[in-house]
C-alpha cells in the first residue's frame, strides 16, 4: 500500500486508522491496531478520564513488555462534558496524536497544537471540513452517510463526500464510512484520499472489548440491516433492532425531540454494545456490517484488508 | 479505459452508461452519449408510448444522417400504468437494450428476452439485485442512496451496496448513484463494478432536454444541496428548494401518506425539470451536483471523466 501524507503524518505503515468506538475500542483494540502497522485509536467516548489515562498507560505497558515503539492515538467527542478533563488527561500523559469528532474543533485546537499533538478532525460536510482547516487540523476525517454510529446531519454519503472534501482542502483527507474491505480502500484512494478510517470491521476483532453478542450481530447483518435514527437529537446509525424499530416507528409518527428523548433514556449504548443486551440496547454499526462476517484477531483482519487492496489494484 | 463484460455486452468502448432521466434524456442526449463511446438511453419515464417512439426514431435518422452505428438504449419505469405498451414500443422499433427501473422485472423479462432484448434492471439492495438475477436480466445497475431522482427504501450508498451486490450475483454490475467524475469511476472499478451509470453529470449537459434554469441549478449546488424525500410515497432525492423543504417540514412533524399526496400534487417534475419553475417544481438530482460546476457538451463531459479516470488510475 503507498505512502502518502497520513503515513508520513502519523510515521505508520499502512494508511489505515482503527476508528475510535465507544465500548469497543480499549487499549486491546488499539494496540493490537498499531503494533501491525495501522493507526490504532483509543475511544474515548465511553471513558472518564481517569479510565482513559487507565487505558494510555496499560497501552504504553502492553508495548514497553513487547518492546515494541509504535504510535497510536485517542479519539475525544467534543460534546462531552468534560471535554476539558479529557483534553487535560491526554496532554498529561503525552499522547502525540488526537481525533476529535462530534464538534467544534477552533476552542481547542491552539492547546493541542501547543502541546505538540496531532490533531485530526472528523467532518461529515466541505463546510465543517473547512472549519477544520482553519482551526489548524493537520487532517480531516471525511465521514460518509453510511458510517455506524454518530453521523452528521447533511447525510452525505462517502462516494459524494470524499472527493468534494479533497478538492476544498489542502490538508490531507482520511476516508471513512462503508469501508471494511480493501476493495473499498482502494475506492477510497481512487477519490483522492490518503488514508481511511475503520471502524465496523474493527469492530468485529477478537481484541474489540465490545460484548460477542454484538460482534455476532455485526456478522449476522446483511446490506439492510442499518438506519440512521434519531435525527432531532443526534443522528445515529444503528442496527435494526427492537430498540431501533421502536424508535423508527415513533420517528415515522413524527415523535418530537422531547419524546424521543423519553423513548432513548440513557445508557443504550453501554446496554447494547458492552453489555449486549440485543433488543433494548443500541448496536452502533456501519453498512459495511454486511460485508463482514467473521469475527477475526486484528493481525488478521489487517492481512485480510491489504490482500483484497491489492486484489483490487491489480484490476487496473 | 478497460474493457469488461459491460463494455462486451453492449459493444461499446467506455463502460460508461447515461441514466436515463425524466425530463432531460430524450434522443439529443442519449445520441449524443452513445456517438462517443457511451450507451446513451432515452428515457421514457416522462413520455407517452407514441412519444417514445418518436424519439427512437430521431435519434435512428440522426446516426443515419450521419453514417453512425452505435448501440442505444432505452429506460423504462417499470410502475408505469402504461407499462406494456412501453414494452410493446421498444419491441416494434427494434430497440436492443432495455434498462428497467421501479419495480419488478420478472413479468415483463421473458417477452423482452425472447425479443432478443438485453435486459439490466436498476436495484437498491442484494435482495433485489437477486431477483433481477434470477428473472434472467443480462446486468443489474447497483444505485445507491446518493442517486438523484426515485431511488429505494433501504438507504444503502453506492459505497456498501456495490462490493456486497458484486459478491452475491454471477452477472456483471454497473454502479451508480453520487457519480460525476473519473475518480468516482476509478472507485466504482475499485469496487468491483464493470460499469458505471451516471445521471446529473449528463443532465447538467448542453444536449440534455431539461430547462436551463434547472441545469443551472445543478451547477449551483454544493454537498449538502440535496435530500431523499417522500420516503412514505415514493422516495426521491431532490435539490432542497421551496417544494422540497415543504415536504421535509410536513415529514418532520410526521405528515402521513394521503397529507404526502396532497402537498406533491401532480407533475412536479414537469414543473421543476422541464418547464423549470425552481420554487414548486422537483428538482431531481444527485449529491454529485456538487461536483458539476459548468454546463458542456457531452463530448467534453465524457473527455473530462477518461481524464480523471486516468488521473486516480495512474497514483496507484
Redesign the interface.
Known sequence: M?QTRITELFGIKYPIIQAGMIWTSGWRLASAASEHGCLGLIGAGSMKPELLREHIQKLRNYFKEKSISKPFGVNIPLIRGDVDELIKTVIEEKVEIVFSSAGNPKPHSKLLKLSGIKLVHVVA???HALKAQDAGCDAVVAE???AGGHNGL????????V??VV?ALTIPVIAA???A?G??I???????AEGVQIGTRFAASVEASSSNAFKNKIIEA???ST??VLK?LNPVRLFKNKFALDVIKAE????SAEELEEILGRKREMKGIFEGDLDEGELEM???S??VNEIKPVSEIIQKLLREFNG??E??
Chains 1, 2 share one sequence.
Request: net charge negative; charged share 30%; aromatic share 6%.
Open positions: 503507498k460536510s466541505v463546510k460518509g452517510f453510511e447533511d447525510e452525505i454519503t462517502t462516494m459524494s463526500l472527493p468534494q478538492d464510512g462503508g469501508i474491505d476493495r473499498q482502494a475506492a477510497a484512494f481512487a477519490l483522492g446483511a446490506d439492510d438506519r440512521l432531532k415515522t409518527e413524527g415523535a456501519g453498512q459495511s454486511g460485508l483490487a489494484v484490476k487496473f
